[in-house]
């Protein structure tokens, strides 16, 4: 098998038409003659390159390209079927949260919430019957790490799908299904697209084909399928995803250290820091820590730290090139209640960073202007 970096480099190689070295834009709708394709919604040459790059590089078997990282996340809840249970992590991105809560719960499918770090935790919810497990690693903003061996041997004993968002580490450095996952997810407008530029969802299945029928069939039933350029931009950044993980990683860990020893800060979440709670636990499923942070501060000065910043800019979303920082109380978890914002940890104190691929010296130093 080729090296990560060979792979994404060359991609799956199934749309090397007329000899062309970059994959094509096929920006058609329609198809006359052919015996692959008839109709974009349904596939299309572009999207299927992206869609089986994407399942060679998380070791999948299929892959399913969609609009948005949501689009992608509701393709797997409509797995489901009405009286369907479902096992969810208690800290996760606020518009997922927005999803189950005001869309799904209304098809008449239960979302239990909980804290799947402690394996004690999840074999007591499993003794109700559940269909699904779905789990964010790291969580979105806490940056809790999740055991997903642990995680899928109870979800499989019990004859429940897992599935995990790996959107924050990427392939390059977290691969689910070869931990026992059988759905992987990515909001592929963050990392794996990585320059603020599109946006995209991927899901890629295990060996589990009546999984992959069925998504199939919900991809082009649905019609929230990835345009064709869109798939084209995402395997573009696909290509240098190795490199900017890299420095992503180096940058952050880089500012979590300076942010931890910073006296305005109260904690850095982070787990390529030795003291996160689960520092060994990354080490031991992941080969890299990635470019997210979350931190909270020992004031209540947060409006002067959020738009401090010359390099560092106040936004929403995260993985791109440039770093980004955001507010969830207000931004990307404002759906949740206040009540269970403040159990999982989001407090009006607390800010995520998403750490791009600037100098170091540069980052530190934008930092030090913020917090003054």
């Not at 606020?94 to 809560?101: F, H, M, N, S, V």
């Not at 299904?177 to 899901?203: E, P, Q, R, Y």
């Not at 250290?257 to 030795?274: A, D, F, I």
Request: with cysteine; charged share 20%.
């Amino acid at each position: 098998m080729q090296h990560f970096e060979t792979m994404a480099a060359h991609g799956a190689g199934s749309a090397r038409y007329e000899g062309a070295v970059s994959v094509p834009i096929f920006q058609t709708s329609t198809y006359s003659g052919s015996e692959q394709f008839s109709y974009s919604r349904c596939d299309n040459p572009t999207r299927r390159e992206l869609e089986k790059t994407a399942a060679l590089l998380e070791n999948g078997a299929h892959g399913f390209a969609f609009s948005s990282g949501l689009a992608a996340i509701s393709a797997v809840f409509s797995l489901l079927r009405q009286g369907d249970r479902v096992l969810v992590s208690d800290d996760l991105y606020g518009g997922t949260y927005r999803l189950i809560q005001q869309i799904w719960s209304g098809f008449g499918i239960t979302f239990a919430f909980a804290d799947l770090r402690d394996p004690a935790v999840v074999e007591r919810e499993l003794q109700i019957p559940t269909r699904m497990v779905f789990a964010e690693t790291p969580t979105n903003p806490m940056m809790k790490v999740l055991p997903i061996r642990v995680l899928a041997e109870l979800a499989k004993a019990r004859g429940a799908i897992f599935a995990v968002d790996n959107t924050f580490l990427t392939p390059y450095y977290q691969r689910p299904l070869a931990l026992g996952a059988d759905i992987v997810i990515h909001s592929g407008t963050k990392f794996l697209s990585g320059h603020h530029d599109t946006s995209c969802g991927l899901v890629i299945v295990g060996d589990r084909p009546e999984l992959a029928e069925r998504m199939a069939l919900i991809q082009r039933t649905l019609g929230n399928a990835l345009s064709p350029f869109d798939s084209w931009l995402t395997l573009r950044g696909i290509q240098t995803l190795p490199l900017r993980m890299e420095k992503h990683s180096r940058n952050a860990l880089a500012v979590a250290k300076y942010l931890e020893s910073h006296p305005r800060v109260e904690r850095v979440n982070y787990p390529g820091l030795p003291s996160h709670p689960q520092h060994d636990l990354m080490r031991e499923q992941t080969t890299g820590t990635g470019g997210v942070l979350s931190f909270s501060l020992k004031d209540d000065r947060v409006e002067s730290v959020l738009r401090g910043g010359k390099l560092i800019r106040f936004a929403e979303s995260l993985g791109g090139t440039t770093s980004l920082i955001t507010y969830p109380q207000t931004q990307t978890h404002a759906s949740i209640p206040a009540e269970l914002r403040e159990k999982i940890g989001i407090t009006p104190r607390l800010l995520r960073l998403s750490v791009g691929l600037e100098h170091t010296d540069d980052l530190l130093g934008d930092l030090e202007r913020m917090l003054k």
